[in-house]
């Protein structure tokens, strides 16, 4: 387990931790904001900036990326055609699914616009 550390590419982890970061920004702001405020039965406020909500899912984002860095050089998956198939079955198999299973709660007041808009993100993302 230590080797695979030292052999991944850590420019292009950073690389797309940016690029999921940057999604992330654009998906749930310019993107399809007025839809997750909605979700959140928000859809009339103003959602607060904390330091949390930057840093927090930054933190998550680099963990699932090196995760998933660690797996495509585990499977020695080396083409684009097996990159997405890969993004595919992590994408619906881990993420959406999880997605979609936290959003089911009575904090959330439409879950499936939720699950969705959050799940696609991760599977766009991934």
Do not use: D, H
């Amino acid at each position: 387990m230590i080797n695979q550390f030292a052999n991944l590419n850590w420019l292009s982890i950073f690389i797309a931790l940016v690029a999921y970061s940057m999604l992330g920004a654009l998906w749930f702001t310019v993107l399809f904001g007025k839809f997750y405020k909605l979700s959140l039965g928000k859809a009339e406020e103003t959602l607060p900036i904390k330091p949390i909500f930057i840093v927090g899912p930054t933190l998550c984002m680099f963990v699932i990326t090196v995760t998933t860095a660690i797996l495509i050089c585990s499977l020695n998956i080396g083409s684009i055609p097996e990159v997405i198939e890969f993004a595919c079955i992590i994408g619906f198999g881990f993420l959406v699914a999880n997605t979609v299973n936290i959003a089911i709660n009575p904090n959330i007041p439409r879950p499936i616009l939720y699950g969705t808009l959050s799940g696609a993100y991760q599977l766009v993302g991934i």
